[in-house]
């Protein structure tokens, strides 16, 4: 058997919605019911045929996926964010106050501060550098004179599985459509 991952994308908008098993991609391309949309080079051979291994296959047919909501964590937050800070945008390699933003620098940031009733959801959590984070303190972003850049939300946990599971660089483009789309 064949090792590895396959896209999965929904028909007509390219929606990213799963990783898949070679095996089961091949089979939904044997009963038409999926494209290939990008190839990975390598095949897969039969005694009598051989076959294309997709790396991104798309659904003939569009499917209504209601939202899965993932379980908040640091790590997802992060991730949701693209490592970029809710305040003043920066993100890994740009210079903030002088000092270049490495990983490390980026930390997560409760909107509602946990002193004053803020808990760990999805919509009371962002990215922030160190220094917006230090600078907004236990204060709303009102109150420090800072603005968000965009509306904290529940990612689809797909979204998550796939920038986590760290797939090929061929994915990159279509978990953007995703992004989009949400």
């Known amino acids: 058997m ?3 991952r396959v896209l999965l994308l929904n028909g007509g908008t390219w929606e990213p919605l799963t990783v898949i098993s070679i095996p089961r991609a ?11 949309v990008e190839q990975t080079g390598r095949f897969l051979r039969t005694v009598r045929s051989q076959f ?18 993932a379980h ?16 003043c ?3 890994i390699g740009d210079s ?8 490390r620098d980026l930390t997560v940031d409760h909107i509602v501060p946990v002193s004053r009733g803020g808990k760990n959801t999805w919509s009371n959590t962002a990215c922030a550098c160190f220094a917006c984070n230090h600078r907004k303190s236990n204060r709303l972003p009102g109150e420090a004179g800072m603005k968000l ?6 990612p689809r946990t797909s979204y998550l599985v796939i920038e986590m599971g760290n797939g090929p660089d ?4 279509y978990v953007e459509i995703g992004r989009i789309m949400r």
């Open 72 to 87: 908040w964590s640091r790590q997802g937050v992060l991730v949701r964010d693209r490592h970029i800070c809710i305040y």
């Open 89 to 91: 945008g920066a993100t």
């Open 170 to 173: 061929t994915w990159k483009r």
């Open 26 to 36: 091949i089979n939904l391309l044997l009963s038409d019911k999926a494209v290939v």
């Open 52 to 69: 294309p291994v997709p790396s991104v296959i798309a659904l003939q047919h569009y499917i209504n996926v209601p939202r899965r909501h």
């Open 96 to 103: 903030v106050r002088g000092k270049l933003v490495t990983r």
């Open 149 to 154: 850049l965009w509306e904290p939300k529940i």
């Open 2 to 4: 064949i090792e590895g």
